[in-house]
């Protein structure tokens, strides 16, 4: 994995980590199909709580993780497909425990 691929994975499971406490379902709210993390509406925090900045107030987490996740440092297709890929994990690992 590339540094920058660790730093974006890393950065996305933390965050992820973080909504597993703050928000237990996240990963079935979140719409992989329409996350756009440019958007501020669209983007994971948006989809959660409604716009970004709501979203932002309510996670508990280094800024430095957040930053990461909407910084422009990183381009937008390897951060959503981190999400989507964190995303349909936890679907999966969900319904192999609770059934599908």
Same mark, same amino acid.
């Given at each position: 994995?590339?540094t920058?691929?660790?730093?974006?994975?890393e950065?996305?499971?933390?965050?992820a980590?973080?909504f597993d406490?703050?928000?237990?379902d996240?990963?079935?709210?979140?719409?992989?199909?329409?996350l756009?993390?440019t *958007?501020? =509406?669209?983007?994971?925090?948006?989809?959660?709580a409604?716009?970004?900045l /709501?979203?932002?107030g %309510?996670? $508990?987490?280094?800024?430095?993780?957040?930053?990461?996740?909407?910084? *422009?440092? =990183?381009?937008?297709?390897?951060?959503?497909a981190?999400?989507?890929?964190? /995303?349909?994990?936890? %679907?999966? $690992?969900w319904?192999?425990?609770?059934?599908?």
């Open positions: 994995m590339l920058d691929e660790l730093v974006i994975f950065a996305v499971n933390d965050l980590e973080e406490t703050t928000c237990p996240w990963f079935w709210i979140v719409n992989p199909d329409t756009d993390m *958007s501020f =509406t669209l983007c994971i925090m948006g989809q959660l409604g716009n970004y /709501i979203g932002a %309510r996670v $508990d987490i280094d800024n430095s993780k957040v930053a990461i996740n909407y910084g *422009s440092n =990183t381009s937008k297709r390897p951060l959503e981190s999400w989507v890929e964190e /995303i349909n994990n936890r %679907r999966s $690992d319904l192999a425990v609770n059934g599908a």
